[in-house]
């Protein structure tokens, strides 16, 4: 996909066969890509789920929110 080599892409998806995109899981995988990313690596993430918007609380946002996702977990997890 994208030219990016198979074993390292890693789906998260509620369909039974992928790891769930849990909380947990999601953060797992953004913290994996941190990890094994090198210099002069390219990166790509793609999130098609439901997100939210929470009042920005640093100021660095033009509209005054923060972009959230909502994982498959929310409603435990927040």
């Not at 953004?30 to 100021?59: E, I, R």
């Amino acid at each position: 996909v994208w030219g990016f080599k198979e074993e390292n892409i890693t789906v998260l998806m509620d369909d039974g066969k992928h790891i769930s995109p849990t909380r947990e899981n999601i953060l797992n995988a953004y913290k994996q890509l941190v990890k094994v990313s090198q210099p002069g690596d390219a990166g790509f993430c793609h999130y098609s789920g439901h997100g939210g918007k929470l009042v920005d609380d640093n100021g660095d946002e033009d509209d005054g929110y923060d972009e959230t996702l909502i994982p498959l977990d929310y409603a435990k997890t927040g």
